[in-house]
Every structure is written in C-alpha cells, then in structure tokens.
C-alpha cells in the first residue's frame, strides 16, 4: 500500500499539478485572459445569484402552435379540394382534426390520395420512425384529418427553435450583454442575463408576438353593425387603441414577415414618434398593386390582431417603404421598431418562473461566502492539527489540494459557482477530512493491536479505503439525483459536491497515500504520532 | 445493543410526531412549490417603515401577502401568494409592487414563480428524493446483503422524516433548496451508516461466534472515535456556513445541521446497527460470545489482511455470503 514507483508517484504528483493549474484562470482579468490559448482560458461562471441579474424562464404557447396547425391544414385542404375541382361540404375544425365531407362518393378516393400527400414523415431525412404528420381516416364520405402526436410534437420543437432565435435578435437589439438562451424540456426556454435589474422591458419585449399584417379596412358595413348582426365570413371584429372596434378583412395585403429593416423616427409634420419600415421586393411590389386598386380607402395596420393604425391610401406607395403612426411614446416607437426588425414569434410566449437578483445582493452573497468558506477552513485545520498533530497536516495538505483541485475541474467545464455551490465546496471540506479521519483511525486500531508503526500504517490504509469508497459512492449518487433533478442554484450545489466526492477520493487514494509513504520512507518511524 | 429497547420506541414516537406535525401544522413551502412572488427589497433611506410598506401593498388587493425583516433593519422580505388567473397574472402583480415602492427601495431579489412551474418544481423534487433512495438502496443490496440496504433504508427515511418535522416545527421555508439539503442529509447520513455496516461486515466474517449484539457493539465502538471527529469537523464546516453564510442559504445550512449532526449520527448508531438484529443478520450464529474485549475489538496481528486494497466487488459479495 505504501510502495510507489517512481512513474506512478510522478504521474499522481502531476495529475493533481495540472487540475490545479486549470483553476489559475480565474485568478486573472478578462483582459489578460485574452491573449491566452483558447484551451486555457476556461474559467468559472459566476451564477446569477453571485453576479446579479434576471433568469426569465418562458413557455411556448403550445396550444396556440396545434391551432394554427390545424388552421394550416384547413386551409390546405380548402386549397387541395379547390384545385382538384371536387366539391365539398362542412370544412371544419373540431377538436384536435379537421373534418371535411365529400359530396360526390366518386370522388372521395381521388381526394383522400391527394390529401393524404399532406402528410408527411416527421422528422425530416433522418425520419426514421416511420411516423407521419397527419393521420388522415375516412368514413362514408367524410374525411378526418388528425395531426399525429409526433407531428405536432415536431412542429412545436420548430417553434422552439424559431422562437430562441427571435429572443436572441430581441435581446441583442436592447443592448443586453452576455445573454444566455437556451431551450428547457420541450416547450420551454430560459433566458439568463447577467447584470439586468429590472427585467420589465425584457419581459414587454419578449411577451409580444409582434405579428404584423396590413389589411383592408372592411367599407361594406360599419363595425357597429357588425357587432350587432354578424360580421361578413372574410372579416373579423378587431380592437383598436382606445377600445375602438374596426371591421377588419381576414385577407392580408402585406405581412411582417415582407420587412427588411425598421427604425422609430419622428414625423416631418407633426414631429411625433413614428416607425419607419422598408419591405424587400416581393413586399414593396404587393404593397404597391394594394395600395395602387385602394387609393381613397382605409387600411389597417395590426399588430398582435390589434389595430395600430388605419389611415386612409391618399395616393400610391411604390418605393416600398412606410410610415406606422399611432400616437407612440418614443419609448414605444423604440420597441415596435425592435419587434419588427426581430421578426414574430411563431407563437406567444409566457413568463413562468422569474429570478431576479440585484447587484448589491449578489455582491454581499459573494462576501457571505467567502467569509464562511475562510472560517470553515480555518475551522476544520485547527481543528485536525490539534486533534493529529503531523497526519493532522498531511491531511490539510491533502484538503487543500482537493480544494484548488475542485477549482480545476470546475474551471474546465467552464461551470457555474452559485451560493449553493459554495455551501457545497465548503462541506466538501469536511467531507474530504473524513477520508483521512477514517484512515488515521483505522491506523491507530491496527498500532493498538500490537503492529509495527508501518505494517499500521499499511493495513489502516488498506482496510479504510474500502470504506471510503463505499461511503463516497453513495454521496455521489445522491449529487448525481440532485444534478438530474435540479435546476439553477441547487444543480450548482450538486455539481460542487459531486467534483468534491471525486477529487476527495482521489486525493485519498493517492495523494494522502503519497505523502505518507514519503514520510515512512524518509522517516522510518517507529511509533505512529497519533 | 440494550440501547435499542429505549431507541426504538423514542424514534418511533418521535417520527410519529413528525408525521403528525406535518400533516398538523404543515410545512410553511416556498414559493418554489406553491407559486407565487417573493421580493427582497432594501430601504434606501434609514430602516423599512414596514406599517407604510404593509399599507401601501394592500391597496394594491393582491390577496394574501407578508411582510418580513431580514436580517438588517432595512431589508424587507416581501411574499405574494399565488395570484389567480395563471401565470400571466403573477407577472402583472410584481409589475404592480414595483410601481408602488417605487425608487424608495433597492430590489436586491425578486423571484416569481407561476403556478405550471410549481406543481412541477414539487413533483420533481418528490421524484428525486424517491430516485435516490432507491438508487443507494440498490447500490448497498450489490455491496452488502439485502438486510443491510433494507436496514439503511429505514434509518434514512427515518431521517428524512424527522428532519422534515423539524422543519414543520420551525416554519422554515422549504423550497427547492430543502430538498437539495434534503438528499444531502440521505447522502451523508448512509455515508456514516456506510461507514458502521462495513466495519459490522468485516466482524461477521472475523469473529464468527460472537453474538449479532456483542459484535454490533463492537463495530460501533471501533468507529466511534471516527465518527465523532468527522461529525464535528462537518458541523465546524456547518456552523461557519450558518454564521457567515448569509441569509439566502440560512435555511439550507439550518436544516443540514439538524440532518446531518443531530439526526444522522443518532441514527446509523441506534437505529441502522441495531435493526439488523430484528431483519436477521446473523440469526445463524450461536449466542455464546466468543470474545470479551467488546470495548477496543482489534485485528488479531497474525490475522491475515482480509481486505484487498482495492475492493472489486463481486469477490467481496462473495465473502459476505460465506
């Protein structure tokens, strides 16, 4: 147990020097790290809670993405069944399919093959589950039309996809620094940004939709009439500003999908915020034949199927770009011009859980921690020193290295400290000492069962070391649960104390080892000092 | 051993309490678990007016709320239960808070928690304390025999429960980091079990005569001294996080140090040893102790190293079913 040779004794002495080197990283500015190798420069985060600032956790509407589906695949279908001249009765959405009946029995096999073409396998060219999109059944006439739980599983995974990369332009476009965006389970994202204090903007920002249309304003009744009868089939009730209602038509001249750039600015005449946008070419070219057949008539800009604005087409707009008034503050302007250039989000996202931590927090919690982590030390080497004397020091050599060693580690996963996590290196500590307690015990056992100070020292190495590695193996599955289970702060906490169980055990099976076999050898002592 | 005659009845009756005081009085949950909004905010001027705050909060009819002082004199711990209307709603009324206090105060946290994510954070949580167990529970059946796991399974969750009527008691917040302290505590409470049943193992094979109580009190007494510098070497670790910690982990460092120094080393003592008794360790041995120097139990010195340096562990399931 306490032989080593001299390739073994280096490559442990070398191990240990180089996880403790990946922590010096830390122990340097941004600034210098910079001109380091690559490799090199991994160091701790500090988490939100050490550094101050907002963790936003979002969800996507997912009932919003299966409507819209369904509202996809009926219009399909009303296409399809349009082009191949079969005539059809009841298009309809119920529940979760779509359901239309064909008139003519003849031609129900033609329609079914050209519907089933909608559907298609999920999961693009590695789809291999043999999985389709739509489930398409027919009974009598009837054709039903299902998104399968796979399809719409996709297609909500393509929403979260989409709608990380319009946070990301959004969240870019306000300026914030070092943002973290990142997609949570199936339908979640957690936006973290260091430093923000007060999310409300953020929060503004990323719970709209942004979907922007242009549409005629509907002349054939007034809204009022609408509301008391019944508005025609190809428009709808909308609300304005100042609970106004416009009888919109459902068809969109131009969308906001069409736009290439949009800035706030202020009106030449009234000198009041507006946002200016341009249209690419397929936009400016179908704004333009719009606004050529409607001169005279009002339009609507809608925003989030709210209405902005509806002014009237006093003359032609051909040069592709436009004005949105609609008495905005310039605050207002700002963010529409932001939510444009970003683009919409396929579907409207909600705030579920929030964390804000200001600076002053952050800073005092750093404090708080390293106030608790100097004592503790202190603490449990005094302690250790009085209680062994000279192995008291081996192991505080030996908690020591497992310290800076856990800094390593942590450095090269580039992971993140939390004031759990702290907590965690800190009882790390006092589980580190175990280690070296349940050996020097065992040795005092074996040095009163009458062995020589060395065959002791042999056999209480050897006997505890079973031990500790039972022990620690069932910490480390409880770390591990944690790690599974636990979000933010807590899986900090996990990832600080299973590093910890990992490098205490090493430094016991080795390194506590080494330093005794050095002494043994240099020594030859006849008594064990403990 | 004829500790466990006045043990077993004392935890029993003291996890029966717990059990009652958790379903009695509750436990006080955070906003982790039930939703809602907690804010920590600090008077930028002299000590928080916190009759000011209280009336200036109610005006705003968010339903149940609570005022609190946390640690220093300006700092104020503001919770807002859940509101209704999901978790849309619950953004409005922080929206609504801030507008009311205003720039008087610093937001040193603010923390919302909507009613999708609660039910979720509890079921988790839930889950991961029942994964665990069963996890360390298989890991001790492949190291040990199965009466072993089975018996350090009855001390951890006779842990859990104290400490979770412990914290019924003293109205602690239990949110997430409660249930990290939690597995914790079941992590470091087995690891101290761990340290007894392996030592308990190594008897049973050396001293094949000695009876089960006899040689439990053996293993206890060859670990004691360990034990007893281990837990005060974790409580100093413990008490520096409780003292200079800071508020945020206060509740975390408090319900570890009830887990771990008072609950955990109780139990792998009077409670994980002595049920091996009553699950049928050793049922095969004779009554007869064999040896009499149950105090300091040592390795005979001609004994050969049983143990090899680096266990592998079907060898040793082997020995510990001879």
Redesign the interface.
């Not at chain 1, 599974?484 to 807590?490: F, K, R, S």
């Not at chain 2, 100093?236 to 996080?241: M, T, V």
């Given at each position: 147990?306490l032989f080593f040779t001299r390739w073994k004794a280096a490559g442990i002495l070398l191990t240990a020097l180089v996880v403790c080197l990946f922590a010096l990283p830390n122990f340097f500015s941004e600034h210098t790290l910079r001109y380091w190798p690559s490799w090199a420069q991994r160091h701790i985060v500090l988490g939100l809670?050490l550094q101050g600032g907002s963790s936003l956790?979002l969800?996507v509407d997912t009932n919003a993405v299966r409507k819209e589906k369904l509202q996809g695949i009926a219009d399909d279908v009303l296409r399809i069944l349009r082009q191949a001249r079969v005539p059809f009765t009841g298009r309809a959405i119920r529940g979760n399919s779509v359901e239309v009946r064909i008139t003519r029995e003849t031609d129900v096999d033609n329609a079914l093959g050209k519907l089933r073409d909608l559907s298609q396998p999920v999961g693009g060219i590695l789809g291999s589950t043999g999985q389709r999109s739509i489930d398409v059944t027919e009974s009598g006439g009837l054709i039903t039309l299902t998104p399968s739980d796979a399809g719409l599983a996709e297609r909500i995974r393509q929403a979260v996809d989409q709608s990380i990369q319009i946070i990301e332009r959004r969240v870019n476009e306000l300026g914030l620094v070092e943002p973290t965006i990142q997609r949570e389970g199936a339908d979640r994202i957690l936006v973290q940004v260091p430093g923000l204090?007060?999310p409300?903007r953020l929060?503004q920002i990323l719970g709209k939709t942004a979907k922007l249309d242009f549409r005629m304003v509907d002349l054939s009744m007034t809204s009022e009439q609408a509301i008391a009868t019944r508005p025609p089939s190809d428009a709808e009730i909308l609300d304005g500003e100042g609970g106004q209602k416009y009888l919109i038509e459902k068809r969109v001249l131009v969308s906001g999908g069409d736009l290439v750039d949009a800035q706030p600015g202020f009106d030449q005449r009234s000198n009041e915020p507006v946002v200016n946008f341009r249209f690419n070419s397929v936009g400016a070219r179908k704004f333009a034949e719009a606004t050529q057949q409607n001169v005279g008539k009002p339009f609507a800009i809608v925003l989030d199927n709210k209405v902005i604005s509806a002014p009237v087409i006093r003359e032609p707009i051909l040069g592709g770009s436009g004005q949105i008034s609609g008495n905005f503050t310039v605050q207002q302007a700002n963010d529409l011009a932001i939510l444009l250039r970003a683009g919409a989000l396929p579907a409207p996202l909600?705030?579920?859980?929030?964390?804000?931590?200001?600076p002053?927090?952050g800073q005092?919690?750093i404090?708080?921690?390293e106030?608790?982590?100097y004592?503790?030390a202190g603490?449990?080497v005094f302690?250790?020193l009085v209680?062994y004397g000279l192995f008291g020091l081996f192991a505080n050599i030996a908690v020591a290295v497992n310290v800076a060693m856990i800094f390593g580690v942590l450095s090269m996963l580039s992971a993140t400290l939390t004031?759990?996590g702290?907590?965690g290196i800190?009882?790390t500590?006092?589980?580190a000492?175990?280690s070296n307690?349940?050996i020097y015990?065992r040795i005092?056992?074996?040095v009163?069962?009458?062995?020589t100070a060395i065959n002791a020292i042999d056999?209480g190495?050897?006997?505890a070391?079973?031990?500790i590695?039972?022990?620690?193996?069932?910490?480390?599955?409880?770390?591990?649960?944690?790690f599974?289970?636990?979000?933010?702060?807590?899986r900090g906490?996990?990832v600080t104390?299973g590093i910890g169980i990992l490098t205490s055990l090493f430094t016991a099976f080795t390194l506590t080892r080494l330093i005794m076999a050095y002494w043994v050898r240099m020594w030859r002592p006849r008594t064990v000092p403990i | 051993m004829r500790f466990r005659r006045i043990s077993f009845p004392i935890s029993a009756l003291l996890s029966i309490a717990a059990i009652l005081l958790y379903f009695l009085h509750g436990l006080n949950f955070g906003i982790d678990f039930v939703g809602g909004t907690l804010m920590?905010v600090?008077t930028k001027a002299g000590p928080a007016d916190l009759a000011k705050m209280r009336g200036t909060i109610s005006s705003l009819h968010l339903g149940d709320f609570q005022l609190q002082q946390f640690g220093a004199p300006n700092d104020v711990l503001i919770r807002i239960s859940e509101q209704p209307g999901?978790?849309?709603a619950q953004?409005q009324a922080?929206?609504k808070v801030?507008e009311a206090l205003g720039n008087e105060v610093?937001?040193?946290?603010?923390?919302?928690?909507?009613p999708?994510?609660s039910t979720e954070?509890l079921s988790?949580?839930t889950?991961?304390l029942v994964?665990?167990i069963g996890?360390?529970l298989v890991?001790?059946w492949f190291?040990f025999e199965w009466q072993f796991a089975l018996g350090a399974m009855i001390a951890n969750v006779h842990d859990l429960v104290l400490t979770v009527g412990f914290m019924s008691l003293t109205r602690i917040d239990f949110d997430?980091?409660s249930?990290?302290a939690l597995?914790?505590i079941?992590?470091?409470s087995?690891?101290?079990t761990?340290?007894i049943y392996?030592?308990i193992r190594?008897m049973l094979r050396r001293y094949k005569r000695m009876s089960m109580p006899d040689l439990l009190n053996a293993s206890i007494n060859?670990?004691l001294?360990?034990s007893i510098?281990?837990h005060?070497?974790?409580s100093?670790?413990?008490?520096?996080?409780l003292?200079?910690?800071?508020q945020?982990?206060r509740s975390?460092?408090a319900t570890?140090m009830f887990g771990v120094v008072l609950v955990g080393t109780y139990t792998s003592v009077f409670i994980a040893s002595p049920i091996l008794i009553y699950l049928g360790v050793g049922r095969t041995r004779q009554g007869e102790p064999e040896d009499t120097e149950a105090a300091?139990p040592?390795?005979?010195?001609t004994a050969p190293?049983a143990?090899?340096?680096?266990?592998s562990p079907p060898r040793?399931r082997a020995r510990a079913r001879r």
């Open positions: 147990m809670d956790l969800e204090e007060d409300s929060k909600t705030v579920v859980e929030e964390r804000t931590v200001g002053g927090l005092d919690s404090n708080a921690g106030h608790a982590a004592v503790g603490l449990v302690f250790m209680t004031l759990p702290i907590a800190v009882l500590v006092g589980i000492v175990d307690v349940l015990e005092r056992e074996e009163r069962a009458g062995r056999a190495f050897s006997r070391l079973a031990t590695l039972d022990s620690n193996i069932t910490t480390f599955i409880a770390a591990a649960v944690l599974y289970i636990g979000t933010g702060p807590v906490f996990a104390l | 920590e600090q999901g978790d849309a953004q922080v929206q801030r610093e937001y040193r946290r603010v923390e919302v928690v909507g999708s994510v954070l988790y949580g889950i991961g994964l665990a996890a360390i890991y001790l190291r997430l980091t249930i990290a597995l914790t079941l992590g470091y087995l690891n101290d761990v340290v392996d030592r190594e060859a670990t001294s360990r510098v281990t005060l070497t974790v100093l670790s413990l008490l520096a996080l003292l200079f910690g800071g945020a982990i975390f460092t570890m300091a040592v390795a005979p010195p190293s143990t090899p340096p680096k266990p040793q």
